[in-house]
Nanobody
Framework: QVQLVESGGGSVQTGGSLRLTCAAS????????LAWFRQAPGHERERVGK???????WYADSVKGRFAISRDNAKNTLYLEMNSLKPEDTAMYYC???????????????????WGRGTQVTVSS
């Protein structure tokens, strides 16, 4: 069982930056596909980015070039560096971890992952 706790959210102005952290306990993140999702009020949860154990990365088009996902298996931690923030980035941000250590990210990796409780990001214009 993996417990995930996000931190680093807050309120910033347009163009600002934030770094989100997802700290894991209970089991190792090594070998797992990891991801960041977000959900804004009235919207469905959307995947922002994902990273495999070999650091293969994928980003949603809406954040490409502005957000960077990274991991530190030694610290059992996932990160999301967010730059050039826009009001439409306002959402609750969640980290997720594949329940199985499969090294790569597969379609099934994030269907029913472990979830954190989220951290709020608010970007004002």
């Amino acid at each position: 069982q993996v417990q995930l706790v996000e931190s680093g959210g807050g309120s910033v102005q347009t163009g600002g930056s934030l770094r989100l952290t997802c700290a894991a306990s209970g089991d190792t993140l090594s070998g797992r596909c990891l991801a960041w999702f977000r959900q804004a009020p009235g919207h469905e949860r959307e995947r922002v980015g994902k990273i495999s154990d070999y650091s293969g990365k994928w980003y949603a088009d809406s954040v490409k070039g502005r957000f960077a996902i990274s991991r530190d298996n030694a610290k059992n931690t996932l990160y999301l560096e967010m730059n050039s923030l826009k009001p439409e980035d306002t959402a609750m941000y969640y980290c997720a971890a594949d329940r199985y250590a499969r090294t790569y990210c597969y379609e099934s990796s994030l269907v029913s992952p472990y979830w954190g409780r989220g951290t709020q990001v608010t970007v004002s214009s």
